[in-house]
């Protein structure tokens, strides 16, 4: 069992968290997006957007053997920019991440929370006892959608 660390991201956090973002799209959603949807995942995950949440929000990496792995953050109710580097996919990194966003929102006096998961990760939320409420999607323009889903959790 590897040794987790989770931790609040610092400014300085910011650069590795980017890059961490951009090769876990590029590396966990080109089976199931569009070039032009990976494109806009990377470009709405930018440094300005992590930025803003660090000054308004619950911003987390996991790191392991003091490199990070793994981010996600909590906006109010909702749980936005999850990404866990590809090889540490399935060793508990997201869990802890996401369990560490519940805590904090229970302590909060929240009574559920919500995200938008993409569709690489739907089962991953679902095992934590998050429930599908809509499927949506997003226009990007010239015929090109990105499809997403609603999902919630009563705490």
Request: charged letters at 25%.
């Amino acid at each position: 069992m590897v040794e987790i660390e989770v931790r609040a991201m610092g400014t300085g956090d910011v650069p590795d968290v980017r890059s961490l973002i951009e090769r876990t799209v590029r590396a966990s959603y080109r089976d199931a997006y569009s070039e032009r949807a990976i494109e806009f995942f990377i470009h709405y995950h930018g440094e300005n957007a992590i930025m803003k949440d660090l000054r308004h929000s619950t911003c987390l990496v996991a790191l392991v053997r003091g490199e990070i792995v793994g981010t996600a953050t909590l906006r109010g109710e909702s749980i936005i920019r999850v990404f866990v580097e590809p090889e540490w996919q399935g060793t508990g990194i997201g869990r802890e991440l996401i369990g560490s966003l519940l805590d904090q929102a229970r302590a909060s006096g929240s009574e559920l929370v919500k995200l938008d998961a993409s569709l690489v990760s739907r089962t991953f939320y679902e095992r934590l006892g998050f429930l599908v409420v809509a499927d949506r999607s997003h226009d990007l323009g010239n015929g090109h959608v990105l499809p997403y889903l609603k999902m919630m959790l009563r705490l």
